[in-house]
């Protein structure tokens, strides 16, 4: 059965950071893209960040970019992704979603086949 389940959100200043994880298992998800999605009240999923699966490249949306970083470590069972969230701002309030499939390319447009169920993120000023 696979299990993907997300840690580490809470409440946050402006400015302040945060690290999310995500355990997944039921797969070998050493050779799965992993991605992060969010979803704010109100307005729909977004992409944030991936993975490939061996570490070899990594995608941030614009919005997130030098402020975000995404990492995994494959040699954990289960596997675990990461995500370093520095400088937040109010606007990445949302509830953070990890996601994975078995792809080697279309990163941020794809629709990923195994989700968490989501860990939120509130950053006050």
């Known amino acids: 059965q696979v299990h993907l389940v997300e840690s580490g959100g809470g409440l946050a200043q402006v400015g302040g950071s945060l690290r999310l994880s995500c355990a997944a298992s039921g797969r070998t998800f050493s050779n799965y893209a992993m991605a992060w999605f969010r979803q704010a009240p109100g307005k729909e999923r977004e992409f944030v960040a991936v993975?490939?699966?061996?570490?070899?490249?990594?995608?941030?949306a614009d919005s997130v970019k030098g402020r975000f970083t995404v990492s995994r470590d494959n040699g954990r069972t289960p596997v675990y992704v990461y995500l370093q969230m520095n400088s937040l701002k109010p606007e990445d309030t949302a509830v953070y979603y990890c996601a994975a499939d078995l792809i080697y390319g279309d990163y941020v447009f794809h629709e990923y086949e195994f989700w968490g169920r989501g860990t939120q993120v509130t950053v006050s000023s």
């Open positions: 993975i490939t699966w061996n570490s070899g490249e990594t995608y941030y």
